[in-house]
């Protein structure tokens, strides 16, 4: 089912570092920083039922999920559900590469979203957050590799 009802929102700078403070995958940001954060992601909503990321799609923008529940497959097997606080999409944002799964809207999803051009203009105009919030990512990235590295090794040992 490819339907993409994704509607972007313009709520304000102050709104979405709220939003972001929310989180616990910000709580390394301090409120100053989340201000400078929050002009790089867009709000989006998106029904529940609807796709949101395509596996194999071209990809270059990751989201962190804000409200609702959201499910990532891979060739039709679910992998997880993500809660508020999830990010997904961040591979695509770093490399460029096909999306490596599918996500879908399960519950009516809220999101913030930041592309490819709005991490690069971070990059450009705030170096050293944008090094900051890399390392978020890539430590969350690393955390996933070796879960799946264990439970690779778990499932080779049966």
């Not at 529940?48 to 270059?60: F, K, V």
């Not at 997904?88 to 490819?116: H, N, W």
Request: hydrophobic share 45%; net charge negative; proline share 3%.
């Amino acid at each position: 089912m490819k339907v993409n009802k994704n509607q972007q929102s313009n709520a304000e700078s102050p709104e979405i570092a709220a939003m972001l403070d929310a989180t616990a995958w910000t709580h390394e940001f301090s409120w100053s920083q989340l201000l400078v954060l929050s002009h790089y992601f867009e709000l989006c909503q998106i029904p529940a039922s609807c796709l949101i990321y395509d596996e194999g799609d071209a990809g270059d923008a990751m989201a962190l999920l804000i409200k609702g529940l959201a499910e990532i497959s891979k060739q039709g097997k679910t992998l997880a559900q993500l809660k508020p606080g999830r990010t997904f999409g961040e591979m695509s944002l770093l490399d460029g590469q096909p999306r490596s799964a599918s996500v879908i809207a399960v519950k009516e999803c809220l999101y913030l979203k930041m592309t490819r051009s709005h991490f690069n203009a971070l990059i450009q105009e705030h170096p050293a957050l944008a090094v900051k919030l890399l390392l978020k990512i890539g430590g969350l990235l690393s955390q996933a590799l070796r879960l799946t590295s264990g439970q690779l090794c778990e499932t080779l040992i049966d």
